[in-house]
């Protein structure tokens, strides 16, 4: 694959990682739920580090300090996910 297309397809990627982004961020608008605002911030850091990373033209991304972005990515959703699940009605044992 050439840089230029190689490039063009980090471009495309950096973009579907925003526009991600900024659809769980107006789901968080009109829901007020942490798991939206988390998803958003985790799409956004993804973009983060495509977007670096093409920059950069690292040759093995997973050996540099960017991949600790998507990482952070990543547990970010985790907590999101476990936070949620642990709801009130898990807590008390109420079954809403």
Known sequence: MSAVTSQFIS????MGFL???LFFLRFWTRTRDFLFAAFA???WLLAL????AAMIDVA????????LL???AFALIIV???WKNKGPSKLTGRSD
């Open 11 to 14: 471009g495309l990627i950096t």
């Open 19 to 21: 526009v991600a982004g």
């Open 41 to 43: 911030a985790a799409f």
């Open 49 to 52: 580090n495509q977007a670096l």
């Open 60 to 67: 093995r991304e997973e050996r540099s300090w960017i991949y």
């Open 70 to 72: 998507r990482v952070a």
């Open 80 to 82: 999101a996910v476990v």
